[in-house]
């Protein structure tokens, strides 16, 4: 990682404040469309620390799954910088970034994309065999409070466990971080929040890095920390003094 300077100005000196599991600087994401092109992001310094729930808030075409591609390895920046630790995530090529997701990073998305013609398990065992030291599907299955559905289809499943389904095969090659877009978008209230107990309890007892994307700002009060962004760039950045049980929050 190159020389780390802290976002904001602080009264703590910068050797104490954590180095950051995700450094970004000056990322610009341009999509050429024929005569024009959309500038999806400006300019976007972002840091991400170990072990913390981070939502980023937005309305639509805000730039959120454009960023979260980024740190993610789906997609690179145009202009501008990427590490996670010491990895160069805005120069590397495919292979090193199909790696990098691959060992490190889990994903869940708004639809499930689940296989239809597999069970539960089947389809987190797609995922734990490539895996160097995966959970067995069934455990990733109790973690989310499925257990008793392991040999169930996804037409079997109301949305909200097929989401779960989706949170157990990301967990279960246990990734260092999950990151997380619209995970409750199709879901009615109470599901959606059962979803983001699943999320918090992940963080919480596995430690791992939550970042979660959504336009719904209810679910702000959960996050250690919320960034907000507004047409491509970072509006705000705030910590939250209390965090909210997922139990807690209405939207
Ligand atoms: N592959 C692409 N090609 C062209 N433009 C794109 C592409 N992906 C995103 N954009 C544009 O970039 C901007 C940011 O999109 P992005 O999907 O990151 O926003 P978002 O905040 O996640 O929105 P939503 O909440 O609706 O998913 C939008 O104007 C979008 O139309």
Redesign the pocket.
Known sequence: MPPWQPLQASTVSASAIPRPLFYGRGIHKI?P?GEIT?Q?LRDVDVDIYEGEFLVIL??????????LNILGGLDLPSQGEVWFRDWDLSHADDAALTRFRRYHIGFVFQFYNLIPSLTAQENIALVTELAPDPMHPREALERVGLGDRCDHFPAQLSGGEQQRVAIARAIAKRPEVLLCD?PTGALDFSTGKRVLEVLESVNREFGTTVAV?T?NAGIAAMADRVIT?RS?QITHIDRNAHKARPSELEW
């Open positions: 999509y469309m959309v999806a937005g309305a639509s075409g805000s730039g959120k799954s454009t960023l619209e994307i336009h962004m491509g």
